[in-house]
């Protein structure tokens, strides 16, 4: 249940799910990385171990992203500082643009 039948993939994301019992669930799941969709029956271990899954990947996804944006901006801060330092910048950078006529 936890990884694609088709490609082994682990990013598998819910679609639907419909009660069939007390503990099993008819669920509807799309595979992100091949885009093949199951429809099978799991029961709420099942999906609770899937939803654990899906917050650790988007926990690492946020990491990611936040590093790679807090390296872009020391990237630009460290070409500014140089721009600056070699008087590259004025005020004129600074105003309001005007639309061309």
Request: a negative charge; glycine letters at 4%.
């Given at each position: 249940?936890?990884?694609?039948?088709?490609?082994?993939?682990?990013?598998?994301?819910?679609?639907?799910?419909?009660?069939?019992?007390?503990?099993?669930?008819?669920?509807?799941?799309?595979?992100?990385?091949?885009?093949?969709?199951?429809?099978?029956?799991?029961?709420?271990?099942?999906?609770?171990?899937?939803?654990r899954q899906q917050a650790e990947f988007?926990?690492?996804?946020?990491?990611?992203?936040?590093?790679?944006?807090?390296?872009?901006?020391?990237?630009?801060?460290?070409?500014?500082?140089?721009?600056?330092?070699?008087?590259?910048?004025?005020?004129?950078?600074?105003?309001?643009?005007?639309?061309?006529?």
């Amino acid at each position: 249940m936890t990884m694609c039948p088709q490609c082994g993939s682990t990013f598998l994301q819910p679609l639907r799910c419909e009660a069939k019992g007390s503990d099993v669930l008819l669920v509807e799941l799309r595979c992100s990385e091949c885009q093949t969709w199951t429809k099978a029956p799991h029961t709420r271990a099942d999906m609770k171990e899937l939803d654990r899954q899906q917050a650790e990947f988007r926990a690492t996804i946020v990491d990611g992203y936040e590093r790679s944006v807090a390296e872009s901006m020391e990237a630009l801060a460290t070409c500014f500082g140089h721009a600056l330092e070699l008087d590259l910048v004025t005020a004129d950078d600074f105003r309001p643009r005007t639309a061309s006529a």
